[in-house]
């Protein structure tokens, strides 16, 4: 029994000694400390950064080269010559055109273009009170500083004289009318009055050439001068020189309009200039 007692006593001597020693730690006051946010943020996932691709550039379409086209310029042409001696022909009869057929036609006063003729060519379809009618030809002068009495008058073309008389037209004197074929197969009449009866000996029938004369300038009525008329009717007949209304109606032409569109229509490519400009009266 001591035995157990003895260490039982021992150690509550001990526990005495320890508890005795221990001074008991005054409170401790708590001090207040910055809250830290513990909390852990999320770990951002880094985002995957694509590869770059190369970027496709368009490669540049080369600008075609622009074919030269080399600009048109007009070249003067030369004309080595007389180009008016290239479409003059001989007539050539044949059974259908004892005559021949026109290549061109002249004027009638100073030909083959009138160049010194101060007055024609102007007062086709003119209204004369006078006659109260329409000229139906043209009134032709002499050349310039000559007198008109007596000057030779001549075939505008290759022809057939249908009608030939000195005084075909009484007090105004001779008349000579000339059918004209043109290529085309038509027919055109040249007129030629107050004619001095005589210069004309030409008959009905005969072939003129251009260029042939048919007669003189004669002393009609009134000052004398050529009356000049082209038209499609009347081949034997010298009618008056005037109409009562306009003569185009009636188978006129305008006389110095129709020989320039023929030799235009003879001569293609030609570009004819106008030599004169005259004032009829």
Not at 208 to 216: A, H, L, S
Not at 251 to 259: A, D, E, N, V, Y
């Amino acid at each position: 029994m001591q035995t157990v007692r003895q260490p039982l006593f021992v150690f509550i001597i001990a526990f005495a000694l320890v508890a005795g020693c221990t001074k008991t730690a005054p409170p401790i006051t708590p001090t207040a400390v910055a809250a830290i946010n513990t909390a852990v943020s999320p770990t951002t996932t880094p985002t995957s950064t694509p590869t770059p691709q190369p970027t496709n550039t368009p490669t540049p379409t080369a600008s075609p080269t622009p074919t030269f086209t080399p600009t048109a310029t007009a070249v003067p042409i030369i004309i080595s010559g007389n180009p008016r001696a290239a479409q003059l022909k001989a007539p050539e009869p044949d059974g259908r055109f004892p005559c021949g057929v026109v290549d061109t036609f002249d004027f009638p006063i100073d030909p083959p273009d009138a160049a010194g003729v101060r007055r024609g060519g102007v007062d086709f379809g003119v209204y004369r009170n006078r006659y109260a009618k329409y000229h139906a030809g043209e009134d032709w002068g002499g050349p310039a500083g000559s007198r008109n009495l007596g000057t030779p008058v001549y075939s505008i073309g290759h022809g057939l004289v249908t009608y030939a008389e000195p005084v075909g037209w009484g007090r105004d004197q001779g008349v000579v009318i000339v059918q004209h074929t043109l290529t085309d197969g038509r027919r055109l009449l040249s007129f030629y009055g107050h004619l001095d009866p005589d210069s004309v000996v030409l008959n009905a029938g005969e072939c003129v050439v251009r260029g042939d004369q048919v007669g003189n300038i004669g002393q009609p009525r009134t000052t004398p001068h050529l009356h000049f008329e082209i038209r499609t009717q009347a081949p034997y007949e010298t009618l008056t020189g005037y109409w009562p209304v306009d003569p185009t109606l009636a188978g006129w032409l305008p006389p110095s309009q129709t020989i320039w569109q023929q030799r235009i229509a003879a001569s293609p490519g030609v570009e004819w200039i106008r030599p004169f400009t005259h004032a009829g009266t």
